[in-house]
C-alpha cells in the first residue's frame, strides 16, 4: 500500500507536465540563488587573511629579515 500511495503522489506531482510537451522544466524543486557562504563572511576572511600577512610582512622587515 506504501508503494502505491507514493506513485499517486509522484503522479500528482508529474501530472501538470503533461500539457508543457518539451518544456518541462529540468527539476521540480524551486531554485534559491543563495551562496553557500554569506558574502559578508567571505569578506572578513579575506580581510583576515590578507591583514594577518601583511602584518607578518611588518614583522619581517622590522626584524631585519
Excluded: T
Excluded at 500539457?19 to 558574502?39: I, M, T
Amino acid at each position: 500500500m506504501v508503494a502505491k500511495q507514493r506513485m499517486n503522489v509522484a503522479n500528482n506531482a508529474f501530472h501538470k507536465n503533461i500539457n508543457k510537451r518539451g518544456n518541462v522544466e529540468k527539476s521540480l524543486k524551486p531554485k534559491s540563488a543563495d551562496y553557500p557562504a554569506a558574502p559578508w563572511l567571505i569578506g572578513l576572511f579575506v580581510f583576515v587573511v590578507c591583514g594577518s600577512a601583511v602584518f607578518e610582512i611588518i614583522r619581517y622587515v622590522k626584524m631585519g629579515w
